[in-house]
């Protein structure tokens, strides 16, 4: 990934004004996403419910998850770089007691998760939540 926090994604975000600047910067994020590699990209990684093709992987250390994910999508990328910023570098327990649902409402997105997208946004919330991704 990049060296871009959540803050800064976020300020990046709420700075636009127009839903085709906000698709531009979507997609200038989407580039900053580090792609998964074929291994990755098997089917116990994907992401039921989602629209486009989306895998996750979660990585843990001493106690802290960090995330990779991937999409088929460019849109999806730039969506996937929000959701990144707001979980990585957190543990599994203090995920699972956050809203991320409300934390990912500040960021400017509404106009781009449609109902499928949107299904999509909640099928990885509930996994990144979830005790056991394998679980799913």
């Keep these: 990934m990049t060296d871009l926090n959540c803050d800064a994604i976020q300020a990046r975000l709420q700075a636009c004004t127009s839903k085709e600047a ?54 999806m990328r730039g969506v996937l770089m929000v959701i990144l910023s707001l979980v990585n570098g957190h ?25 499928s997208r949107t299904n999509g946004v909640l099928g990885i919330l509930k996994q990144i939540q979830a005790n056991d991704p394998s679980n799913l």
């Design 22 to 75: 906000t698709f531009k910067e979507l997609v200038s994020l989407s580039k900053q996403l580090k792609r998964l590699t074929d291994a990755d990209k098997i089917e116990e990684n994907k992401v039921k419910g989602c629209e486009s093709a989306v895998w996750l992987v979660e990585h843990q250390n001493n106690g802290l998850c960090t995330f990779q994910a991937d999409s088929d999508a460019k849109l």
């Design 91 to 115: 543990s599994k327990a203090e995920l699972q007691q956050r809203d991320l649902i409300a934390e990912l409402s500040e960021f400017n997105l509404s106009s781009y998760l449609t109902s």
